[in-house]
């Protein structure tokens, strides 16, 4: 049975986890993103306790479900509403980054060539650390099971942005996103997300709305729609991962 029967994400509070508990395995982690829910684990113990300490009365309420776990606060389960979606072709690249992707910077994309060191670097220097170990662990499951994937944008043979997500049903979850050049990690949504619709995949979601995913043309939507697009249609099928010129995307 699913650690989430009986949880309905589009009664959960708005702005607040729609539960905590239960455990970061793969197929939990999976079945989360298929439900409309992604993962937030606290960072340590003083966050989990944190948590507890501010949500102790929603739960008692029944307003937060809490699922079964030895430490159920140090994992809390969001569905935010509304929700920050764009089209998989539709992230925005300014003109003079275009420009430069064209004339000047010669950088080439990927994707899945090197998932582990794209998540490792979203999670370096991050606070709250919530990449933990086990998450980081569930997402690789996933990544080799064709169901996460990461975008990576090379300058030459260095890595120098990147972003990773995982695919539920049509809609790619974007997690998380990293650069080492200015940009690059806008081209490395970019790219991901030209190549998840060229699979056949139909949104992508950017889980937090706010000013950076604004300015990539994400707009956000009523949870209750979000949860219908999810529903919506099949999961696409493989994404090209060999190398492309990134000047494409300008």
């Known amino acids: 049975m699913s650690l989430f029967a009986g949880l309905d994400p589009a009664r959960a509070p708005a ?30 113990v003083f966050a989990g306790a944190y948590a507890e300490a501010r949500y102790e009365q929603a739960v008692a309420a029944g307003e937060i479900a809490l699922l079964p776990g030895e430490d159920p606060y140090a994992l809390a389960w969001w569905s935010p509403d509304p929700r920050p979606v764009l089209a998989p072709g539709g992230v925005r690249v300014p003109g003079g980054l275009g420009r430069r992707l064209r004339n000047r910077l010669g950088w080439w994309t990927s994707v899945d060539r090197a998932f582990g060191r794209v998540v490792d670097a979203c999670a370096e220097g991050r606070q709250p650390a919530w990449i933990t170990p086990e998450l980081r662990e569930a997402l690789l499951d996933l990544n080799a099971r064709g169901a996460a994937h990461s ?22 979850s974007l ?21 998840f619709g060229g699979a056949g995949g139909r949104l992508l979601d ?37 190398p492309l010129p990134a000047s494409r995307l300008g």
């Not at 702005?15 to 079945?31: I, K, N, Q, R, T």
């Not at 995913?213 to 099949?234: K, M």
């Open 15 to 44: 702005d607040a986890p729609a539960a905590f508990g239960g455990e970061l395995g793969a197929e939990s982690v999976l079945d989360a993103y298929r439900r409309g829910l992604f993962p937030l684990p606290a960072a340590d």
């Open 151 to 172: 975008g990576e944008v090379w300058e030459g043979e260095e890595l120098v942005g990147g972003a990773f997500g995982v695919v539920a049903g049509p809609v790619l």
């Open 175 to 195: 997690d998380s996103m990293f650069h080492r050049r200015p940009d690059a990690a806008r081209v490395a949504v970019a790219d991901l997300g030209a190549r």
């Open 206 to 242: 950017v889980q937090w709305d706010g000013p950076y995913v604004r300015s990539l043309g994400a707009r956000p939507v009523p949870r209750a729609r979000y949860l219908e697009e999810l529903a919506a249609g099949a999961v696409p099928g493989v994404l090209e991962s060999g």
